[in-house]
């Protein structure tokens, strides 16, 4: 039997305690990690946004705001603990607690409820300051369902919480911006009502992507930061792709922004994130020379001094829809260059009835649904009525329809129709690619001699044909014979755009090339006259009626030349969208942007050309539509953006001949107008808005 002192079974307990508490020592990190880990599983961290910040602890977030106003001292501090956590122990003095993820969000910025879509939280929203500001679909299906309300009194800048509302809709917290400015502000206010403000200062970034990465701020309150990640990573893979586009180009145009208030123009800081977006997006920012973030303020004779000669004005911020409207706000504006030049963009594409929805697919559908409705009239309106469920009959049962009337819309008004739309849509787009070539607005197949040249080109043809003996040759070759027609047109706008682009390269004003270009139009008329005197009576009689215009002479058998000719030309302008943007700013600057400005050059002249000859060639010399057509659909659509107006120009371009031929039919009369009296009096008084509209920038 053997016993142990009393001293050694004390050394072993105190030997296993030391080791217990080692072991203890080692694994509570790992713990504490697998503790966080189960906490946080979807972690980010921010790249680009200066602003504010994010880390992650043992129980609890910690969201820091910095600089949240121009001049600001201090920032604030969120403490964002999980649900069934305990308050943590070290929150720093004037942090704020919030319990996440939230469930009741009121906000008083629209800007910011962008970001609530784009990660699925938008029926967390129980109230907006300005609901009428908001274009999001899924936020105004919200609130027209009532499950947001208006939080908000006042309006603009005085823009106030009514916190009595607040009350009665108990948000778990309260997001907004401050100033600086405490009479102002009023998230003092809002704590002393119990309310938890979150202040928020995207607009204070210095990088367009880190205004955008706020929405991370915003996702850590939901416990969303897996899909801010991969909306904000999608942002950021789009707008390097975009900004590497022109990154080494050698000119930029120069560009201001926004508009004074009282007096005082509001102007992005240099060093802010406006500024580097202009200068990603390929300009110079006039006051990239400062480095503040944010917005300054600046006398508007100082503005005028150094922004005078700018080649663009964006971003007005007024509730205006043209020059005329930012003229009478106030005149000195019609002092800068880019107001002279119609270079003035306002940020109000996406607005609804109230200020903020976006109809652009909208307009699509009703010029559609229009363009159907004038073609169905086309084919039911003329000397004889037809009903329109006869038309329509014809198509799927023609053995159940009078087989005089099937005649007449088969034979006569259905390859009228088809010769209409082509030919409109032919006209409008040749007129905007032009208008854009020579960035003048009255440019067009009509005012620059195209239609006169091709005229001539047709002349020569048929004024001559009769002494050559070609009208045999015609009979017999019957498609060849079509074909000879379009190349003489062809030929002969060919020439005429020719002379002009030639001329273009030597004078400066616009108003003299388009007088040059009225000039070779007088021309061809000369030569056309001197034909008609050496012409045979049959020969001229037909040249007459040609020049009148019409879409009605054209067969199917010319539709086979006519319409694959107009694709043609109508598939060059559609390659051409691009190299048309980038010549929006000039050859210059299309060049720095990888655009050969001869070759594009060329393609524009080759297919414009072959649309207005083509026209001219079978519907002979139509006016106004090439210049009027382009106009309209920019006033439409609101854009300079080719791949919104070439379709734009196609479907307006048909509706707007279409109409024309309608109204030239006489419908319920035997009457039939020359189509180029209907289309003058259409085309005419656009012109004249036209000139009137921009006579700052036209040199008489």
């Not at 964002?80 to 939230?102: E, R």
């Not at 679909?137 to 947001?148: D, M, N, R, V």
Request: glycine fraction near 8%.
């Amino acid at each position: 039997m053997s016993f142990s002192a009393p001293g050694a079974k004390k050394d072993r307990l105190f030997v296993f305690f030391i080791a217990f508490f080692v072991f203890c020592l080692n694994i509570l990190p790992a713990f504490a990690d697998n503790l966080q880990e189960s906490l946080f599983p979807n972690k980010t961290s921010v790249r680009f946004a200066k602003c504010f910040n994010i880390t992650y602890h043992d129980t609890y977030k910690k969201l820091e705001v910095r600089n949240p106003w121009r001049g600001a001292k201090e920032g604030f501090v969120y403490i964002l603990v999980p649900q069934g956590q305990d308050m943590p122990k070290d929150v720093p003095p004037g942090a704020i607690v919030v319990t996440v993820p939230v469930k009741r969000i009121a906000l008083l910025s629209t800007t910011f409820a962008a970001f609530f879509p784009m990660i699925g939280i938008e029926k967390s929203i129980v109230g907006i300051g300005a609901p009428d500001w908001v274009h999001s679909p899924e936020i105004l299906a919200l609130i027209k369902e009532g499950h947001i309300a208006k939080v908000g009194k006042g309006q603009g800048m005085g823009l106030k919480f009514d916190e009595e509302r607040l009350v009665t809709l108990k948000p778990d917290i309260v997001i907004l911006y401050g100033t600086g400015n405490p009479a102002t502000d009023q998230h003092p206010k809002l704590l002393e009502g119990g309310f938890k403000p979150v202040i928020v200062a995207p607009h204070m970034e210095a990088h367009p992507l880190g205004r955008a990465e706020w929405i991370k701020f915003l996702a850590a309150f939901f416990n969303k930061e897996a899909e801010a990640d991969r909306v904000f990573n999608d942002i950021v893979s789009r707008y390097e792709a975009l900004a590497d586009k022109v990154k080494n180009i050698s000119y930029r145009p120069t560009v201001f922004c926004n508009a004074p208030i009282r007096g005082t123009w509001h102007i992005p800081g240099g060093g802010g994130y406006v500024a580097k977006l202009i200068h990603d997006a390929g300009a110079k920012y006039l006051w990239d020379d400062d480095q503040s973030t944010g917005t300054m303020t600046v006398a508007i004779e100082t503005v005028i001094e150094r922004a005078k000669n700018a080649d663009f004005w964006i971003g007005v911020i007024m509730p205006v829809q043209s020059l005329e409207e930012l003229r009478a706000i106030d005149d000195r504006f019609s002092l800068f260059r880019a107001f002279q030049k119609g270079n003035v963009f306002n940020n109000d594409v996406k607005v609804n009835a109230a200020g903020g929805n976006d109809f652009w697919e909208t307009r699509w559908f009703l010029l559609g649904v229009l363009l159907i409705a004038i073609f169905l009239l086309e084919l039911c309106l003329g000397s004889v009525m037809i009903p329109l469920r006869d038309i329509l009959l014809s198509f799927v049962s023609p053995s159940d329809v009078d087989e005089k009337w099937r005649e007449i819309i088969f034979v006569f008004r259905l390859p009228r129709a088809i010769t209409a739309a082509f030919a409109g849509a032919a006209l409008g787009t040749a007129g905007l690619q032009m208008q854009t070539l020579f960035r003048n607005p009255l440019a067009g197949p009509y005012v620059l001699g195209i239609n006169s040249g091709a005229s001539l080109g047709v002349a020569v043809l048929v004024l001559t044909a009769w002494n050559l003996g070609l009208p045999a040759f015609f009979a017999k070759t019957g498609f060849l014979g079509n074909m000879a027609v379009v190349l003489a047109s062809i030929a002969g706008a060919g020439t005429a755009f020719g002379i002009v682009i030639a001329f273009s390269r030597r004078v400066q004003q616009s108003v003299t090339l388009l007088i040059i270009g009225l000039m070779i139009g007088y021309i061809s008329n000369a030569f056309v006259e001197v034909l008609i005197q050496f012409a045979v009576e049959h020969s001229i009689q037909r040249f007459i009626t040609w020049t009148f215009g019409s879409f009605g002479g054209v067969t199917w058998i010319q539709l086979r030349v006519f319409v694959p000719a107009i694709v043609l030309g109508l598939l060059i302008a559609v390659i051409m969208m691009k190299p048309l943007n980038a010549l929006l700013l000039g050859e210059e600057y299309a060049r720095s942007m990888g655009v050969n400005a001869r070759r594009t050059r060329v393609f524009i002249i080759s297919g414009s050309s072959l649309l207005a000859g083509a026209v001219t060639a079978f519907c002979g010399p139509v006016a106004f539509i090439g210049i009027a057509v382009p106009h309209l659909c920019r006033l439409i659509f609101r854009t300079s953006d080719h791949r919104v107006l070439v379709p734009g120009v196609l479907l307006m371009g048909a509706i707007l001949a279409l109409t024309a031929d309608l109204i030239a039919q006489v419908p319920g009369s035997r009457a039939v107008l020359p189509l180029n009296a209907v289309t003058s009096i259409i085309g005419a008084p656009v012109v004249i808005w036209v000139i009137m509209k921009r006579r700052q920038s036209l040199e008489v």
